[in-house]
């Protein structure tokens, strides 16, 4: 029976405050975590056409800024019950942890559909309006479906992100060279017979083809197309992302 790599959700965040805060982040630090839902599901209206969560950590006002994360689902999550998108990846974490160190966003794609660069920018721009979001600390990433998105969102607006994080996903090598400058941390199964991992290997070469030094890939060894579980897992991860920002005056 194959088993795969498991991490507690828990340890993981208490794992990525204990040591932002060493490493000087001033991460927020407060009571135990309380029960009822922490993530609130946005109208779809105000942001071009999808509903999202948005998650807030506890200590977030308007006296400081915070990095943010896009968190970009896969298939299974689409449809119109917002909750679902708390099955997995960032958004099943920050439910647990009201420490969660971004301001999360996570949008929903209707059944049958795929993600529409041109709403997530709305949804984007939207949130950069009305919340207290550190425009250099933006980071992106999803799973499969939102693998793809990742890796195609990022390759249309370079200038946007301070790092990419697709995982079991795949990208166009043809715009890979408009990521030389982005750090991004791929995440693959070896095993994975729905989006094979050499999508993962292709971009990761294309990429350091045009130049990139930035980017890094994980293949998991053993493990299908459920890279997810052990990469959103790992406080690694969450900490590459925090370290990340782009470049004053972009």
Not at 45 to 53: D, F, N, S
Not at 60 to 74: C, E, N, S, T, Y
Request: with cysteine; aromatic share 8%.
């Amino acid at each position: 029976m194959r088993r795969k790599p498991r991490l507690g959700l828990v340890p993981v965040m208490g794992a990525i405050l204990l040591a932002a805060g060493s490493a000087g982040m001033t991460p927020a630090v407060g009571a135990e975590p309380s029960p009822g839902p922490r993530q609130h599901a946005q109208p779809s209206v105000e942001a071009g056409g999808y509903q999202y969560l948005l998650f807030m950590p506890r200590a977030a006002d308007d006296k400081r800024i915070w990095p943010a994360m896009v968190f970009l689902h896969g298939s299974g999550e689409r449809g119109d019950e917002i909750d679902r998108v708390k099955t997995h990846g960032p958004p099943k974490h920050a439910e647990l942890d009201p420490d969660f160190p971004f301001i999360l966003i996570s949008p929903q794609l209707p059944a049958g559909q795929d993600w529409d660069i041109g709403k997530l920018e709305a949804i984007l721009n939207h949130t950069l309006d009305t919340l207290p979001i550190d425009p250099s600390r933006l980071y992106l990433t999803g799973l499969s479906r939102g693998g793809h998105a990742t890796w195609r969102w990022g390759a249309h607006r370079p200038d946007r992100f301070a790092a990419l994080v697709p995982v079991a996903g795949t990208g166009d090598p043809e715009g890979a060279c408009r990521l030389v400058d982005t750090p991004v941390w791929a995440l693959h199964g070896d095993r994975d017979d729905v989006v094979p991992p050499e999508g993962s290997f292709v971009m990761a070469r294309a990429i350091r083809k045009c130049g990139g030094r930035l980017s890094r890939l994980t293949i998991y060894p053993d493990l299908g197309h459920n890279a997810w579980d052990p990469a959103y897992a790992d406080p690694a991860l969450y900490l590459w992302l925090l370290s990340q920002r782009r470049p004053a005056g972009e």
